[in-house]
């Protein structure tokens, strides 16, 4: 190690405050972790790779991951968890070779091939995913997930019989299992057995009518029996129960559309684009409908937006030129005309909608040429005619490409039921929590929150102070960071390892403090919240009274505390007794800063958070309406209010402040008010 030159440090200070100072700073130098040192600590590698994994920092968790590897490739922890991360970044063979390598280590923990069949499964390879629940059934054999998965691969490899033999099992251990009734549907279906198929879905209702999925596959067969009013009722379920998904919205579109039900139909396209602005269907159909009542011009971009998608289709392109055409622009009228005929030479809808753009325009001889040619063709054809207008018996598959079909509605070729494989890592980590969760801390961060919800800079005095002083980075105040790319995160461990090397060559105590401020914000900034906490530590033992450490240090042991949490919760079903010792940590810099900067809202809003996470609930109440005195637009200050207000039975109150949350940009707060106004009318009656 070098040495650390602080003579002028010692020449500006006494005696006792320079051995102070002297040990301290040694201390921070002495904790710093070499590069050997920081590979060889496995454990506290694998923790904070877990933590990123927690947080979504996918990219940044699999560097950590990566020295886990390099220092010892002989664990199968390392290889697993970077397995994980992966699968979230949507790399499947990736993830599937790094569980492939976790099982060369230990075959023997299920969650490894449970992992590896998802993966598989992602990739189509059915029969190996098979496999993989297979082996992983001998270890746990009362596992219903994987029973489940290997049914649906079953399914999908075509194998009925084996799949109905392993849900005929599967009922006899679990009768009341649902969704063995929906698989079994399922079968039937691919049976081409309807019959069967509903009563099996029947049974599911009968057992769990509360299930989206199972309303929406009794729909897709009332669909195919064009039987639209009892699949608008199924589909009305569904969207009661599951009202974000934009599939269920373009089926009820269709059975609206053929009830005649044209306003209806074309709330359920918007909401459904709302949902997935990319959704074919949805753009193709509501253009076909806003074209029928004479909303020309908004019809023209939803078939922009369709051939931006798929640039080669021809049908969308002919209705976009009839639209162009009565609009008035008949040059681009003429050139999509043209796309058209150059494809389907024998068009002659098209050709006569060309020429009569062509005599618009006074250009007769080209009009002259397309009306010889459908002449002629009318000589020979005498079956031609003109389509008729939007007709409700009329719709075409989506593969269909005759161009005289070009106002119907399009459907998809096959509408099977959605298959929902039993998943541990389905959606974000952090969504195996309560649906009403607490809004999170606010901490120091060199990255800048972008979003609708943080349009400005929040201020606090202490903060510009020290951005005043420290002119190297720019520290914002931010509830999240964004997740790091593999450049940006690799940026930051540089700029960790200039700064230890500042701190040992600087002659300036100062300087040296600051920096050692800077790192711990920038271990904080890479999810190593147990480094930034060691070096926070001791800048708190040369200034005991600094704000920002206090404020920093408590949120970074809050996220450890939540993500161990999580780990205790699949331990023990419960959080964990040091979890709880490490929360008086936590309370104790809040209290401690806001001692010193009483006025701070973003400290009492951590604080109050604190109290909430703990059930303290009045005293969180307290603290929110504190923070709301000092800056009244703290949107999450009221998010969290409100979740306290209906904990301690004031729903209505709640439900004013998740008003206002949602007014000032938390838009989830407005699915918690809708529950809870229901939950409030039905304890009415």
């Given at each position: 190690?070098?040495?650390w030159?602080?003579s002028?440090?010692?020449a500006?200070l006494?005696?006792?405050?320079?051995c102070?100072?002297?040990?301290?700073?040694l201390l921070?130098l002495?904790?710093?972790p070499?590069p050997a040192?920081?590979q060889?600590?496995?454990?506290?590698?694998?923790?904070?790779?877990?933590?990123a994994?927690?947080?979504?920092?996918?990219v940044?968790s699999m560097q950590?991951?990566?020295?886990?590897?390099?220092?010892?490739?002989y664990?199968y922890e390392?290889?697993f968890?970077?397995?994980v991360?992966?699968?979230?970044?949507d790399?499947?063979?990736?993830?599937e070779?790094?569980?492939?390598?976790?099982?060369?280590?230990?075959?023997?923990v299920?969650?490894i091939?449970?992992?590896?069949?998802?993966?598989?499964?992602?990739q189509?390879?059915?029969?190996e995913?098979?496999?993989?629940y297979?082996?992983?059934?001998?270890?746990?054999?009362?596992?219903?997930?994987?029973?489940h998965?290997r049914?649906?691969c079953?399914?999908q490899?075509?194998?009925?019989?084996?799949?109905?033999?392993?849900?005929?099992t599967m009922?006899?251990?679990?009768?009341?299992?649902?969704?063995n009734y929906?698989m079994r549907?399922?079968?039937?279906?691919?049976?081409k057995d309807?019959?069967?198929?509903?009563?099996?879905?029947q049974?599911?209702?009968d057992i769990d009518p509360?299930?989206a999925?199972?309303w929406a596959?009794r729909?897709?067969?009332?669909?195919?029996?064009?039987?639209?009013?009892e699949?608008?009722?199924?589909?009305?379920?569904?969207?009661h129960?599951?009202?974000?998904?934009?599939?269920?919205h373009?089926?009820?579109a269709?059975?609206?559309?053929?009830r005649?039900?044209?306003?209806g139909?074309?709330a359920d396209?918007?909401?459904a684009?709302?949902?997935?602005p990319n959704?074919?269907l949805?753009h193709?159909?509501?253009?076909?409908?806003?074209?029928q009542?004479?909303?020309?011009?908004r019809a023209i971009t939803?078939?922009?937006?369709?051939?931006?998608?798929?640039?080669?289709?021809i049908?969308?392109r002919?209705?976009?030129?009839?639209?162009?055409?009565?609009?008035?622009?008949l040059?681009a009228?003429?050139?999509d005309?043209t796309?058209?005929?150059?494809?389907f030479?024998?068009?002659?809808t098209g050709l006569?909608?060309?020429a009569?753009c062509?005599?618009?325009?006074g250009m007769t001889?080209k009009?002259?040429a397309?009306?010889f040619v459908?002449?002629?063709?009318r000589?020979y054809k005498?079956?031609?005619?003109t389509?008729?207008?939007?007709?409700?018996?009329?719709?075409?598959?989506?593969?269909d490409l005759?161009?005289?079909?070009?106002?119907q509605l399009?459907?998809?070729d096959?509408?099977?039921p959605e298959r929902?494989?039993?998943?541990?890592y389905?959606?974000?980590?952090?969504?195996?929590?309560?649906?009403?969760?607490?809004?999170p801390m606010?901490g120091?961060?060199f990255?800048r929150?972008?979003d609708?919800?943080?349009?400005?800079i929040?201020?606090?005095k202490s903060?510009?102070?020290?951005?005043?002083r420290?002119?190297?980075?720019t520290?914002?105040?931010?509830s999240?960071?964004?997740?790091?790319?593999d450049t940006?995160?690799?940026?930051?461990?540089?700029y960790?390892?200039?700064?230890?090397?500042?701190m040992?060559?600087?002659h300036?105590?100062q300087?040296?403090?600051?920096?050692?401020?800077?790192?711990a914000?920038?271990y904080?900034?890479?999810?190593?919240?147990?480094?930034?906490i060691?070096?926070?530590?001791t800048?708190?033992?040369i200034?005991?009274?600094?704000v920002?450490a206090?404020?920093?240090?408590a949120?970074?042991?809050w996220?450890?505390?939540r993500?161990?949490a999580?780990?205790d919760n699949k331990?023990?079903?419960?959080?964990g007794?040091?979890?709880?010792?490490r929360?008086?940590?936590?309370?104790?810099?809040?209290n401690?800063?806001?001692t010193?900067?009483p006025?701070?809202?973003y400290?009492?809003y951590?604080?109050?958070t604190?109290?909430?996470?703990?059930?303290?609930?009045?005293?969180?109440i307290d603290d929110?309406?504190a923070?709301?005195?000092?800056e009244s637009?703290?949107?999450?200050?009221y998010?969290?209010?409100?979740?306290?207000?209906i904990?301690?039975?004031?729903p209505e109150?709640?439900i004013?402040d998740?008003?206002?949350?949602?007014e000032?940009?938390?838009y989830?707060?407005?699915s918690?008010?809708k529950?809870?106004k229901?939950?409030v009318s039905?304890s009415k009656?």
């Open positions: 190690m070098k040495t030159d602080i002028l440090a010692i500006a006494g005696c006792k405050a320079r102070t100072v002297v040990s301290v700073l921070a002495w904790l710093t070499g040192q920081a060889l600590n496995t454990d506290r590698l694998l923790m904070i790779g877990r933590s994994l927690y947080y979504e920092d996918y940044l950590y991951f990566n020295q886990a590897i390099s220092a010892k490739p664990l390392p290889w968890f970077r397995a991360a992966k699968y979230y970044l790399d499947y063979a990736g993830a070779r790094d569980c492939s390598e976790a099982l060369q280590r230990n075959p023997y299920v969650n091939y449970e992992l590896r069949g998802l993966t598989r499964i992602q189509n390879k059915f029969g995913a098979i496999s993989d297979n082996r992983a059934l001998r270890y746990d054999p009362e596992n219903r997930g994987l029973w998965n049914v649906l079953h399914i490899n075509k194998e009925y019989d084996a799949a109905l033999a392993e849900l005929d009922q006899g251990r679990w009768s009341q299992y649902a969704r929906v549907a399922d079968v039937y279906m691919q049976m309807t019959t069967q198929a509903i009563d099996a879905l049974r599911s209702l509360y299930d999925q199972t596959a729909s897709i067969i009332s669909l195919s029996r064009e039987e639209w009013s699949a608008e009722d199924q589909l009305d379920h569904a969207i129960l599951q009202p974000k998904q934009a599939g269920y373009i089926n009820r269709l059975a609206r559309f053929n005649n039900n044209l306003r139909a074309m396209y918007d909401m684009l709302d949902l997935e959704n074919f949805g193709y159909n509501r253009g076909l409908l806003r074209a009542v004479g909303d020309d011009n939803d078939f922009d937006f369709v051939l931006r998608l798929e640039p080669n289709n049908l969308a002919f209705n976009r030129a009839m639209l162009l055409d009565k609009t008035g622009d040059r009228a003429i050139d005309y796309k058209v005929i150059d494809e030479p024998n068009f002659w006569e909608a060309r009569a062509y005599r618009r325009l001889k009009a002259e397309d009306e459908v002449y002629k063709a000589l005498h079956l031609y005619g389509q008729p207008r939007l007709d409700p018996t009329q719709m075409r598959k989506r593969s005759d161009p005289d079909k070009y106002n399009v459907v998809e096959e509408q099977e929902e494989y039993q998943n541990a389905r959606g974000r980590v952090q969504d195996q929590k309560v649906e009403m969760d607490l809004m606010y120091l961060s990255e929150q972008h609708e919800l943080h349009s400005g929040a201020f606090d903060v510009n102070e020290l951005n005043e420290i002119h190297a980075r520290l914002y105040i931010v999240s960071s964004p997740t790091l790319d940006r995160s690799t940026g930051y461990f540089q960790i390892d200039s700064l230890t090397a500042g040992s060559q600087t300036n105590t300087a040296a403090t600051d920096m050692l401020f800077l790192r914000v920038a904080a900034v890479l999810q190593n919240n147990e480094s930034a060691e070096d926070l530590t800048y708190l033992q200034d005991s009274t600094s920002p206090l404020w920093q240090r949120v970074c042991q996220r450890i505390n993500f161990l999580q780990e331990q023990q079903g419960g959080e007794t040091h979890v709880d010792l929360t008086a940590n936590v309370l104790g810099d809040l401690h800063a806001l010193l900067s006025q701070n809202a400290l009492l951590n604080r109050g604190l109290y909430a996470k703990r059930s303290n609930y009045n005293q969180a929110f309406t923070a709301l005195q000092h637009s703290l949107a999450e200050a998010f969290n209010r409100g979740l306290c207000l904990y301690t039975n004031r109150e709640g004013a998740l008003s206002k949350a949602g000032l940009g938390i989830t707060a407005y918690i008010i529950k809870q229901q939950k039905n009656d």
